[in-house]
């Protein structure tokens, strides 16, 4: 049996252990075995983490932001040098194939810090002149001690996604990743500390969401909340946060609908595309397509083609460069999917493919592995269709005409994202301006401009990521009014 690696709290400049010396068990979902131990973090942890934060802010927010950035650039080159390094960290912590993790999210990581880097050298002020009478600009200054909560879908991917932008815009940051993915944020503590980052820029305390996270969100320091979770997380760190008067930013869950017109360009590329967008990750991804709608005169013969391609899938142990699709992130969230999968079927569901758990061979006999399920016969209604059940499971709905295809598409209460394919571009503008979505995809599915705001409506979220709108958010606007009479 390997030895059990005990990860540790970044705080002030250091690794250190949690102060009440209590440990979360990390488990690989591969093979279902405890590697790591993580820190179980308290108040007191949190404390000492903002107290740390909020004595580095007058530093950090005074360095010129050239500098900032050249901290920024360093870091991504030391974490681009160990990608491959990362990238099995991230497989074995999480589930997902190394394969995705070399390709998508530790280079996202190391891009997320390079866009925000350039991005707030670029961060311009506004000015407005009033008739010879007075001249007004605005200064974008940082908050102060702010927050960064990360989930474990994609772990050190949306954990440099929120850190990024507080720090480049002069705050510190206390972050607090998902304890059930916590190894490449540890990682990545010693990479800033590798690249001479000031003490207490950024502290990274884990734990618990019940307990470091509570005390994160209440803490009076804290000047913003930035969350990417669960719609029912988001909402009891809404209620803390609103009386209170934090500045928040919520990034919560999806129940997306992949809508496909008759005409759409049925090639190789594009069926692969839409097959990525049903499962990529074991469907473990916000912006998932989980709700495939589909014009009924092709509805049976895209049918067959969608549940062979499907069931040509391959699920297996994440270390194999031909398994397509890994392991769940926890025993938990595999007892959900499989619950999921029951309800279905108690609905009235047909299961067209998968519907099990899978059971590759080796070491990944006792891991977490569900395999690529395809649902019809269920109404929009339905739970199946109304819950976020993030994991690779999806359902197949029929639509005749455009009006109906919205109607089916806008009818869950959240809101983040969609795809539409068609090739008459005219609908797919006409479709795209009247879906309730924060995000819509025209023949594509996640191609991201970092420019552009990421979030959604409804239940999906409050606020925007991204480009202008996440320096904007880590900002306050200070009005300066100059007399010319």
Known sequence: MSEIRKLANYINGQLCPPQGRRWLDVFEPASGQRFAECPDSDVGDIDVAVQAAQRAFPGWSATPIAQRAQFFNRIADLLEARLEEFAQAESRDSGKPVTLARRLDIPRAVSNLRFFAAAATQ??????????????????????AVACISPWNLPLYLFTWKIAPALATGNTVVAKPSEITPLTATMFAQVCIDAELPPGVLNIVHGSGASTGQALITHPGIKAISFTGSTRTGAA??????????????????KNPTVVFADWEANEANWATLLRSAFANQGQICLCGSRILVQRSIYESFKCTLVEKTRALRVGDPQDPTSDLGALVSRAHFDKIMGHIALAREEGGKILCGGDAAAPEGRCAGGWFVAPTLIEGLGPGCRTNQEEIFGPVATLIPFDGDDEAVALANATNYGLAASVWTSNLTRAHRVAARLESGIVWINCWLKRDLRTPFGGVKQSGVGREGGVDALRFFTEAKNVCIDLE
């Open 123 to 144: 961060f311009s002020s506004e000015a407005h002149a009033m008739d010879g009478a007075a001249i007004n600009y605005t200064l974008r200054q940082p908050l102060g």
């Open 237 to 254: 760190i809404a209620a803390v946060a609103a009386p209170r008067f934090v500045k928040l930013s919520l990034e919560m869950g999806g």
